[in-house]
Protein backbone atom coordinates (compact mmCIF):
# COMPACT_ATOMS: atom_id res chain seq x y z
CA UNK A 1 0.00 0.00 0.00
CA UNK A 2 1.27 3.52 -0.70
CA UNK A 3 1.29 5.85 1.57
CA UNK A 4 2.07 9.86 1.59
CA UNK A 5 3.20 12.25 4.15
CA UNK A 6 0.90 13.78 6.53
CA UNK A 7 -0.21 16.78 5.94
CA UNK A 8 -0.43 17.81 8.97
CA UNK A 9 3.42 17.19 10.40
CA UNK A 10 4.82 20.25 10.31
CA UNK A 11 8.83 19.97 10.19
CA UNK A 12 11.83 22.44 10.97
CA UNK A 13 11.55 24.86 8.03
CA UNK A 14 15.67 24.94 8.11
CA UNK A 15 15.29 21.78 6.58
CA UNK A 16 14.25 22.94 3.49
CA UNK A 17 17.72 25.11 3.10
CA UNK A 18 19.08 24.49 -0.33
CA UNK A 19 22.82 24.08 1.18
CA UNK A 20 22.88 20.35 1.81
CA UNK A 21 21.00 19.57 -1.76
CA UNK A 22 22.84 18.73 -4.70
CA UNK A 23 21.63 18.38 -8.06
CA UNK A 24 19.82 15.62 -8.90
CA UNK A 25 20.86 13.02 -6.39
CA UNK A 26 18.95 10.44 -4.60
CA UNK A 27 20.07 9.95 -1.34
CA UNK A 28 19.23 9.01 2.15
CA UNK A 29 20.17 12.43 4.44
CA UNK A 30 23.57 11.87 7.06
CA UNK A 31 22.72 10.31 9.65
CA UNK A 32 20.38 6.90 7.76
CA UNK A 33 22.92 4.15 6.68
CA UNK A 34 23.40 0.12 6.95
CA UNK A 35 23.35 -1.44 10.57
CA UNK A 36 20.93 1.82 11.90
CA UNK A 37 18.25 1.35 14.66
CA UNK A 38 14.95 3.13 14.12
CA UNK A 39 12.91 3.87 16.66
CA UNK A 40 10.61 0.86 17.34
CA UNK A 41 6.49 0.69 17.92
CA UNK A 42 4.73 2.32 19.42
CA UNK A 43 6.37 5.72 17.94
CA UNK A 44 6.99 5.90 14.07
CA UNK A 45 10.16 6.78 12.24
CA UNK A 46 11.16 9.14 9.98
CA UNK A 47 13.21 9.39 6.94
CA UNK A 48 14.41 11.92 4.93
CA UNK A 49 16.77 12.43 2.43
CA UNK A 50 17.08 14.54 -0.86
CA UNK A 51 16.13 14.23 -4.58
CA UNK A 52 15.23 15.87 -7.86
CA UNK A 53 12.36 18.50 -7.37
CA UNK A 54 8.86 17.65 -8.89
CA UNK A 55 9.82 13.70 -8.73
CA UNK A 56 7.99 11.16 -6.50
CA UNK A 57 10.45 9.07 -4.09
CA UNK A 58 8.96 6.03 -3.03
CA UNK A 59 10.66 4.22 0.32
CA UNK A 60 10.20 0.84 0.38
CA UNK A 61 10.87 -1.17 3.77
CA UNK A 62 11.14 -5.31 3.85
CA UNK A 63 11.97 -7.78 6.06
CA UNK A 64 10.51 -10.00 8.97
CA UNK A 65 6.72 -7.99 8.28
CA UNK A 66 4.90 -7.59 5.05
CA UNK A 67 6.73 -5.10 2.49
CA UNK A 68 5.43 -1.97 2.69
CA UNK A 69 5.21 1.42 0.17
CA UNK A 70 5.37 5.02 1.11
CA UNK A 71 5.64 8.13 -0.90
CA UNK A 72 6.75 11.34 -0.74
CA UNK A 73 7.01 14.61 -3.44
CA UNK A 74 10.24 16.11 -3.44
CA UNK A 75 10.18 19.61 -2.84
CA UNK A 76 13.35 21.87 -2.37
CA UNK A 77 15.41 18.90 -2.89
CA UNK A 78 13.85 17.48 0.30
CA UNK A 79 11.87 14.20 0.04
CA UNK A 80 10.70 12.83 3.90
CA UNK A 81 8.33 10.11 4.68
CA UNK A 82 6.60 8.87 8.18
CA UNK A 83 7.02 5.21 8.21
CA UNK A 84 3.85 2.88 10.16
CA UNK A 85 5.20 1.79 13.49
CA UNK A 86 7.29 -1.42 13.50
CA UNK A 87 7.64 -3.77 16.52
CA UNK A 88 11.14 -4.12 17.50
CA UNK A 89 13.41 -6.62 15.74
CA UNK A 90 14.77 -7.03 12.01
CA UNK A 91 16.31 -7.02 9.88
CA UNK A 92 15.17 -4.78 7.52
CA UNK A 93 16.04 -3.69 4.40
CA UNK A 94 14.89 -0.17 2.98
CA UNK A 95 15.11 1.19 -0.17
CA UNK A 96 14.27 4.99 -1.91
CA UNK A 97 13.81 4.51 -5.76
CA UNK A 98 12.63 7.58 -8.13
CA UNK A 99 12.26 7.83 -11.84
CA UNK A 100 14.63 9.75 -13.48
CA UNK A 101 16.80 10.34 -11.12
CA UNK A 102 20.64 9.15 -10.11
CA UNK A 103 20.99 6.49 -9.47
CA UNK A 104 17.71 5.42 -9.57
CA UNK A 105 17.45 3.88 -6.29
CA UNK A 106 19.04 3.73 -2.82
CA UNK A 107 19.30 0.78 -0.19
CA UNK A 108 19.99 0.30 3.17
CA UNK A 109 20.05 -3.16 4.52
CA UNK A 110 20.10 -4.69 7.98
CA UNK A 111 17.97 -2.31 9.37
CA UNK A 112 17.05 -3.01 12.91
CA UNK A 113 13.87 -1.12 15.16
CA UNK A 114 14.55 -0.67 18.63
CA UNK A 115 15.32 2.39 21.06
CA UNK A 116 17.58 5.24 19.94
CA UNK A 117 19.28 7.08 22.74
CA UNK A 118 21.17 10.31 22.18
CA UNK A 119 24.04 10.93 24.15
CA UNK A 120 25.60 14.47 24.66
CA UNK A 121 28.17 16.61 26.31
CA UNK A 122 31.36 17.29 26.43
CA UNK A 123 34.79 15.39 27.14
CA UNK A 124 33.60 13.48 30.08
CA UNK A 125 30.91 11.85 27.26
CA UNK A 126 33.80 11.76 24.51
CA UNK A 127 35.94 10.01 26.76
CA UNK A 128 36.20 6.48 24.31
CA UNK A 129 35.70 3.30 25.72
CA UNK A 130 39.53 2.70 25.16
CA UNK A 131 40.22 5.14 27.98
CA UNK A 132 38.46 3.37 30.78
CA UNK A 133 38.89 1.26 33.64
CA UNK A 134 38.36 -2.25 32.12
CA UNK A 135 38.65 -1.34 28.67
CA UNK A 136 40.37 -4.47 27.73
CA UNK A 137 37.19 -7.17 28.90
CA UNK A 138 34.75 -4.34 27.87
CA UNK A 139 36.35 -4.08 24.10
CA UNK A 140 36.88 -7.65 23.88
CA UNK A 141 33.00 -8.54 24.55
CA UNK A 142 31.76 -6.01 22.15
CA UNK A 143 30.99 -8.18 19.44
CA UNK A 144 28.62 -10.07 21.78
CA UNK A 145 26.44 -7.17 21.57
CA UNK A 146 25.51 -6.91 17.52
CA UNK A 147 22.16 -5.50 18.28
CA UNK A 148 24.07 -2.59 20.17
CA UNK A 149 24.37 0.01 17.72
CA UNK A 150 26.14 3.06 17.30
CA UNK A 151 26.67 6.27 15.72
CA UNK A 152 28.81 9.02 16.10
CA UNK A 153 28.55 13.07 14.28
CA UNK A 154 31.33 14.62 13.40
CA UNK A 155 32.03 17.69 15.44
CA UNK A 156 31.41 20.53 13.53
CA UNK A 157 30.28 23.96 14.69
CA UNK A 158 28.05 26.42 12.93
CA UNK A 159 26.60 30.11 13.06
CA UNK A 160 23.49 29.25 11.29
CA UNK A 161 21.27 25.90 12.13
CA UNK A 162 21.86 23.58 9.44
CA UNK A 163 19.31 21.55 7.96
CA UNK A 164 21.76 18.13 8.37
CA UNK A 165 25.16 16.81 9.50
CA UNK A 166 28.08 18.14 7.60
CA UNK A 167 30.27 15.27 8.57
CA UNK A 168 29.97 12.05 10.59
CA UNK A 169 32.44 10.36 12.76
CA UNK A 170 31.64 7.65 12.87
CA UNK A 171 28.55 5.72 10.32
CA UNK A 172 26.02 3.65 12.05
CA UNK A 173 28.24 0.39 12.87
CA UNK A 174 27.94 -3.07 14.41
CA UNK A 175 30.31 -2.76 17.82
CA UNK A 176 33.66 -4.14 17.45
CA UNK A 177 37.15 -3.36 19.38
CA UNK A 178 38.39 -1.32 16.87
CA UNK A 179 34.97 1.20 16.21
CA UNK A 180 34.54 1.58 20.41
CA UNK A 181 38.60 1.77 20.51
CA UNK A 182 39.55 4.69 18.50
CA UNK A 183 42.02 7.55 19.94
CA UNK A 184 41.58 9.54 22.92
CA UNK A 185 38.59 11.66 23.17
CA UNK A 186 37.60 9.97 19.58
CA UNK A 187 35.24 7.30 19.11
CA UNK A 188 33.57 5.68 20.70
CA UNK A 189 32.24 7.12 24.27
CA UNK A 190 32.33 4.79 27.23
CA UNK A 191 29.20 6.44 28.81
CA UNK A 192 27.35 6.23 25.92
CA UNK A 193 28.36 2.50 24.70
CA UNK A 194 28.04 1.14 28.46
CA UNK A 195 24.63 2.45 29.24
CA UNK A 196 23.30 0.69 25.79
CA UNK A 197 24.91 -2.51 26.63
CA UNK A 198 23.64 -2.63 29.89
CA UNK A 199 19.96 -1.18 28.25
CA UNK A 200 19.76 -4.26 26.06
CA UNK A 201 20.86 -6.69 28.41
CA UNK A 202 17.67 -5.64 30.27
CA UNK A 203 15.39 -4.84 27.56
CA UNK A 204 16.66 -7.81 25.04
CA UNK A 205 15.87 -5.79 21.80
CA UNK A 206 17.96 -3.37 19.58
CA UNK A 207 19.26 -0.08 20.94
CA UNK A 208 20.38 2.35 19.15
CA UNK A 209 23.53 4.98 20.42
CA UNK A 210 24.09 8.62 18.84
CA UNK A 211 26.80 10.39 20.08
CA UNK A 212 26.96 13.53 19.52
CA UNK A 213 29.67 15.96 21.72
CA UNK A 214 32.79 17.75 22.31
CA UNK A 215 35.32 17.85 25.00
CA UNK A 216 35.82 21.92 26.92
CA UNK A 217 32.05 23.02 25.95
CA UNK A 218 29.54 24.84 28.07
CA UNK A 219 26.12 24.82 28.18
CA UNK A 220 25.15 27.92 25.71
CA UNK A 221 26.73 26.34 22.82
CA UNK A 222 24.81 23.30 22.72
CA UNK A 223 21.51 25.39 23.38
CA UNK A 224 19.35 27.25 20.74
CA UNK A 225 19.03 31.17 21.27
CA UNK A 226 15.55 30.45 22.67
CA UNK A 227 16.27 29.11 25.92
CA UNK A 228 19.35 31.80 26.13
CA UNK A 229 17.35 34.39 25.63
CA UNK A 230 14.96 33.10 28.66
CA UNK A 231 17.83 32.67 31.02
CA UNK A 232 19.10 36.47 30.08
CA UNK A 233 22.49 34.56 28.71
CA UNK A 234 24.58 37.45 26.87
CA UNK A 235 25.85 37.14 23.64
CA UNK A 236 29.44 35.45 23.41
CA UNK A 237 31.76 38.21 22.57
CA UNK A 238 34.71 36.05 20.77
CA UNK A 239 35.42 32.02 20.40
CA UNK A 240 38.47 32.14 23.09
CA UNK A 241 38.36 30.16 26.04
CA UNK A 242 38.92 32.58 28.63
CA UNK A 243 36.49 30.98 31.22
CA UNK A 244 37.73 27.40 30.78
CA UNK A 245 38.98 26.56 34.40
CA UNK A 246 43.24 27.20 34.46
CA UNK A 247 44.92 24.04 32.59
CA UNK A 248 41.91 22.48 30.89
CA UNK A 249 42.68 24.77 27.73
CA UNK A 250 43.89 22.17 26.13
CA UNK A 251 40.29 19.96 26.13
CA UNK A 252 38.47 23.36 24.93
CA UNK A 253 36.23 23.24 22.23
CA UNK A 254 33.82 25.72 20.39
CA UNK A 255 32.66 28.73 23.30
CA UNK A 256 29.94 30.86 21.31
CA UNK A 257 26.39 30.67 21.80
CA UNK A 258 24.20 27.91 20.07
CA UNK A 259 27.21 26.79 17.50
CA UNK A 260 27.16 23.50 18.54
CA UNK A 261 23.48 23.43 18.50
CA UNK A 262 23.40 24.72 15.01
CA UNK A 263 25.54 21.82 13.77
CA UNK A 264 25.20 18.94 16.23
CA UNK A 265 21.76 18.92 17.27
CA UNK A 266 19.57 21.18 15.11
CA UNK A 267 19.91 18.41 12.26
CA UNK A 268 19.44 15.53 14.43
CA UNK A 269 15.78 16.87 14.69
CA UNK A 270 13.92 14.65 12.35
CA UNK A 271 15.35 11.22 14.25
CA UNK A 272 12.67 9.80 16.08
CA UNK A 273 14.52 9.27 19.69
CA UNK A 274 13.61 7.70 22.85
CA UNK A 275 15.81 9.87 25.44
CA UNK A 276 18.91 11.26 26.13
CA UNK A 277 21.92 10.98 28.47
CA UNK A 278 23.93 14.03 29.01
CA UNK A 279 27.56 14.88 30.69
CA UNK A 280 28.46 18.31 30.94
CA UNK A 281 29.10 21.35 33.20
CA UNK A 282 32.66 21.45 33.94
CA UNK A 283 32.96 24.17 31.68
CA UNK A 284 30.37 26.43 33.14
CA UNK A 285 32.02 26.02 36.53
CA UNK A 286 33.77 29.31 35.69
CA UNK A 287 31.11 30.60 32.75
CA UNK A 288 27.97 31.69 34.04
CA UNK A 289 28.10 29.29 37.11
CA UNK A 290 24.87 31.73 38.05
CA UNK A 291 22.75 30.84 35.19
CA UNK A 292 23.07 27.23 34.97
CA UNK A 293 19.93 26.82 37.15
CA UNK A 294 18.26 28.10 34.30
CA UNK A 295 20.65 27.42 31.22
CA UNK A 296 20.35 23.86 31.77
CA UNK A 297 16.68 22.66 32.38
CA UNK A 298 15.84 25.12 29.77
CA UNK A 299 17.77 23.60 27.01
CA UNK A 300 16.04 20.19 28.17
CA UNK A 301 12.76 21.87 27.86
CA UNK A 302 13.86 23.34 24.17
CA UNK A 303 15.63 20.14 23.41
CA UNK A 304 12.36 17.86 23.92
CA UNK A 305 10.33 20.91 22.11
CA UNK A 306 12.58 20.77 19.22
CA UNK A 307 12.71 17.09 18.75
CA UNK A 308 8.76 16.29 19.17
CA UNK A 309 8.27 19.27 16.43
CA UNK A 310 11.30 17.66 14.33
CA UNK A 311 9.41 14.44 14.38
CA UNK A 312 6.06 15.09 13.36
CA UNK A 313 4.90 14.54 17.06
CA UNK A 314 6.71 10.91 17.10
CA UNK A 315 9.43 11.78 20.08
CA UNK A 316 7.95 12.36 23.18
CA UNK A 317 7.33 16.24 24.34
CA UNK A 318 9.10 15.43 27.43
CA UNK A 319 11.20 12.34 26.17
CA UNK A 320 13.20 11.08 29.09
CA UNK A 321 16.36 12.90 29.80
CA UNK A 322 19.39 11.74 32.29
CA UNK A 323 22.72 13.53 33.19
CA UNK A 324 25.70 12.64 35.23
CA UNK A 325 26.53 15.23 38.01
CA UNK A 326 29.37 16.53 38.15
CA UNK A 327 32.29 14.41 39.49
CA UNK A 328 35.61 15.90 40.56
CA UNK A 329 38.55 18.04 39.38
CA UNK A 330 41.08 19.43 42.61
CA UNK A 331 40.89 17.36 45.98
CA UNK A 332 42.21 20.60 48.20
CA UNK A 333 40.46 23.00 46.02
CA UNK A 334 37.75 25.39 48.09
CA UNK A 335 36.30 26.87 45.27
CA UNK A 336 32.66 26.68 45.01
CA UNK A 337 32.68 25.97 41.10
CA UNK A 338 31.89 22.08 41.10
CA UNK A 339 29.67 22.14 44.17
CA UNK A 340 27.57 25.20 42.83
CA UNK A 341 27.41 23.01 39.09
CA UNK A 342 26.16 20.13 40.84
CA UNK A 343 23.63 22.04 42.45
CA UNK A 344 22.20 23.97 39.97
CA UNK A 345 22.33 20.91 37.50
CA UNK A 346 19.05 19.58 39.81
CA UNK A 347 17.79 22.92 39.67
CA UNK A 348 18.71 23.68 42.86
CA UNK A 349 16.20 21.08 44.58
CA UNK A 350 19.62 18.57 44.90
CA UNK A 351 17.99 15.76 43.08
CA UNK A 352 15.76 14.61 40.34
CA UNK A 353 12.92 14.16 39.14
CA UNK A 354 11.26 17.07 40.48
CA UNK A 355 8.53 19.76 39.80
CA UNK A 356 11.41 22.09 37.50
CA UNK A 357 12.77 18.77 36.00
CA UNK A 358 10.07 15.81 35.32
CA UNK A 359 10.83 12.59 33.56
CA UNK A 360 14.97 13.50 34.60
CA UNK A 361 17.33 11.31 35.77
CA UNK A 362 20.73 12.03 37.68
CA UNK A 363 23.89 9.59 38.04
CA UNK A 364 25.57 11.12 41.13
CA UNK A 365 29.44 10.84 40.29
CA UNK A 366 31.05 12.96 43.15
CA UNK A 367 32.35 9.77 45.05
CA UNK A 368 34.22 8.56 41.45
CA UNK A 369 37.24 10.02 42.13
CA UNK A 370 40.44 9.47 39.65
CA UNK A 371 43.31 11.54 40.81
CA UNK A 372 45.77 9.04 38.85
CA UNK A 373 43.87 9.50 35.70
CA UNK A 374 46.61 9.99 32.71
CA UNK A 375 43.51 12.60 31.03
CA UNK A 376 43.58 14.76 34.55
CA UNK A 377 41.67 13.91 37.28
CA UNK A 378 38.50 16.33 36.12
CA UNK A 379 38.62 12.84 33.42
CA UNK A 380 38.08 10.23 36.03
CA UNK A 381 38.23 6.54 34.38
CA UNK A 382 35.34 5.01 36.81
CA UNK A 383 32.57 4.87 33.47
CA UNK A 384 31.34 1.85 33.92
CA UNK A 385 29.79 2.76 37.20
CA UNK A 386 28.73 6.37 36.02
CA UNK A 387 26.73 4.40 33.19
CA UNK A 388 25.04 1.84 35.63
CA UNK A 389 24.14 4.43 37.57
CA UNK A 390 22.19 5.87 35.08
CA UNK A 391 21.11 2.98 33.57
CA UNK A 392 19.23 2.49 36.67
CA UNK A 393 17.56 5.85 36.43
CA UNK A 394 16.78 5.23 32.73
CA UNK A 395 14.68 1.60 33.52
CA UNK A 396 13.06 3.17 36.50
CA UNK A 397 12.17 6.68 35.13
CA UNK A 398 12.09 6.10 31.33
CA UNK A 399 11.07 2.86 31.18
CA UNK A 400 8.75 2.47 34.13
CA UNK A 401 10.30 -0.69 36.04
CA UNK A 402 8.91 -1.19 39.25
CA UNK A 403 11.54 -1.86 42.28
CA UNK A 404 14.67 -0.74 40.44
CA UNK A 405 16.03 1.96 43.13
CA UNK A 406 17.95 4.70 40.94
CA UNK A 407 18.21 7.89 43.55
CA UNK A 408 20.64 7.88 46.69
CA UNK A 409 19.31 8.93 50.24
CA UNK A 410 17.91 12.89 50.08
CA UNK A 411 16.85 14.39 53.51
CA UNK A 412 13.53 15.06 54.05
CA UNK A 413 13.52 16.85 57.40
CA UNK A 414 16.12 18.94 59.35
CA UNK A 415 15.59 19.18 63.13
CA UNK A 416 17.15 21.71 65.19
CA UNK A 417 18.05 20.20 68.60
CA UNK A 418 20.20 21.96 71.49
CA UNK A 419 23.69 20.74 70.79
CA UNK A 420 22.94 18.93 67.07
CA UNK A 421 20.79 18.70 63.95
CA UNK A 422 18.93 15.23 63.17
CA UNK A 423 18.75 14.51 59.38
CA UNK A 424 16.26 12.47 58.44
CA UNK A 425 16.80 10.36 55.21
CA UNK A 426 13.57 9.67 52.83
CA UNK A 427 15.16 6.22 52.81
CA UNK A 428 16.93 3.62 54.63
CA UNK A 429 20.74 4.67 54.78
CA UNK A 430 24.25 3.11 55.52
CA UNK A 431 26.77 6.08 57.12
CA UNK A 432 29.26 6.39 58.66
CA UNK A 433 30.82 8.47 61.07
CA UNK A 434 32.35 11.77 59.20
CA UNK A 435 34.39 14.79 60.86
CA UNK A 436 33.93 17.20 58.15
CA UNK A 437 31.45 16.19 55.23
CA UNK A 438 28.75 18.54 56.68
CA UNK A 439 28.90 22.28 57.23
CA UNK A 440 27.21 24.71 59.21
CA UNK A 441 26.72 28.04 58.77
CA UNK A 442 26.61 29.91 62.06
CA UNK A 443 25.02 33.64 61.73
CA UNK A 444 23.46 35.90 64.15
CA UNK A 445 21.96 37.64 60.48
CA UNK A 446 18.77 36.75 59.52
CA UNK A 447 19.96 36.77 56.03
CA UNK A 448 20.76 33.89 53.75
CA UNK A 449 23.76 31.74 54.17
CA UNK A 450 24.54 31.71 50.26
CA UNK A 451 27.20 34.85 49.79
CA UNK A 452 30.86 33.29 49.89
CA UNK A 453 31.82 35.85 52.57
CA UNK A 454 29.64 33.58 55.09
CA UNK A 455 31.25 31.75 57.57
CA UNK A 456 30.75 28.36 57.05
CA UNK A 457 31.77 25.92 60.30
CA UNK A 458 32.89 22.44 59.56
CA UNK A 459 31.30 19.98 61.60
CA UNK A 460 31.16 16.09 62.76
CA UNK A 461 28.68 13.48 61.72
CA UNK A 462 27.64 10.23 63.48
CA UNK A 463 25.00 7.85 62.41
CA UNK A 464 22.01 7.77 64.72
CA UNK A 465 19.43 5.23 63.05
CA UNK A 466 18.14 3.51 60.07
CA UNK A 467 17.40 6.99 57.85
CA UNK A 468 18.77 9.13 60.31
CA UNK A 469 22.45 11.13 61.39
CA UNK A 470 23.12 13.49 64.07
CA UNK A 471 25.20 16.41 62.81
CA UNK A 472 27.33 18.66 65.77
CA UNK A 473 26.63 22.40 66.08
CA UNK A 474 29.97 22.26 67.15
CA UNK A 475 30.50 26.30 68.62
CA UNK A 476 27.46 27.75 67.15
CA UNK A 477 24.57 28.48 69.46
CA UNK A 478 21.07 26.46 69.00
CA UNK A 479 19.64 30.26 67.70
CA UNK A 480 22.45 30.90 65.10
CA UNK A 481 22.49 28.28 63.25
CA UNK A 482 21.13 29.32 59.60
CA UNK A 483 22.04 26.59 56.94
CA UNK A 484 23.03 23.40 56.58
CA UNK A 485 25.11 21.49 53.63
CA UNK A 486 26.63 18.46 52.48
CA UNK A 487 29.26 17.21 50.50
CA UNK A 488 29.97 20.69 49.45
CA UNK A 489 33.47 20.47 48.19
CA UNK A 490 35.06 19.41 44.82
CA UNK A 491 36.21 16.41 45.75
CA UNK A 492 34.28 15.37 48.89
CA UNK A 493 35.34 12.26 49.28
CA UNK A 494 37.44 9.53 48.18
CA UNK A 495 36.48 6.69 46.13
CA UNK A 496 32.82 4.84 46.98
CA UNK A 497 33.91 6.29 50.55
CA UNK A 498 31.22 9.36 51.08
CA UNK A 499 29.91 8.62 54.22
CA UNK A 500 26.17 8.49 53.49
CA UNK A 501 24.75 5.77 51.00
CA UNK A 502 21.40 3.91 50.24
CA UNK A 503 21.25 0.77 52.81
CA UNK A 504 22.64 -1.68 50.40
CA UNK A 505 25.41 0.83 49.71
CA UNK A 506 25.14 0.97 46.44
CA UNK A 507 23.58 5.14 45.46
CA UNK A 508 25.07 7.82 47.39
CA UNK A 509 23.51 10.78 49.19
CA UNK A 510 23.96 13.89 46.60
CA UNK A 511 25.30 16.93 47.54
CA UNK A 512 22.40 19.04 49.49
CA UNK A 513 22.22 23.00 50.36
CA UNK A 514 19.02 23.61 52.66
CA UNK A 515 18.47 27.19 54.71
CA UNK A 516 17.16 26.60 58.01
CA UNK A 517 15.65 29.89 58.66
CA UNK A 518 12.94 30.78 56.28
Not at 67 to 81: A, E, F, K, L, Q
Not at 198 to 226: D, F, H, K, M, N
Not at 280 to 304: K, V
Request: net charge neutral; proline share 7%.
Amino acid sequence: MMRSWPACVLFISSLLTATFVSGDDLRFASYYGDHMVLQKAPERAVLWGYGTDNTTVVVTLSGLSARRNYSSYVSGGIWRVMLDPVKAGGPYKVTAAQKGGSPPEVTLTDVLFGDVWLCGGQSNMAFTVSQMYNSSAELAMAHKFPNVRIFQAARESSTVELPDLSRVEVHWSVPAADVLGGGDFTHFSAVCWVFGRQLYQTLQYPIGLVESCWGGTPVEAWSSSRPLRRCGVPQAESSHNYFMPYGLEVFAGPMQNSVLWNAMIHPLLNMTITGAIWYQGEANSNHNRHLYNCTFPSMIDDWRMAFHQGSGGQTAPDFPFGFVQLSTWQKSSVDDGFPEIRWHQTADVGYTPNDRLHRTFMAVAMDLPDGHSPWGSIHPRFKEEVAFRLSLGARAVAYGEKGVAHQGPFPSAVDVKDTYLTVTYNQNISAKFSKDIFEICCSKEQTPCDSPDKFWLVVPMVPQGPTTVAVSLGSCERNHVASLRYAWRDWPCDFKACPIYSSDGLLPAPAFFRHLRL
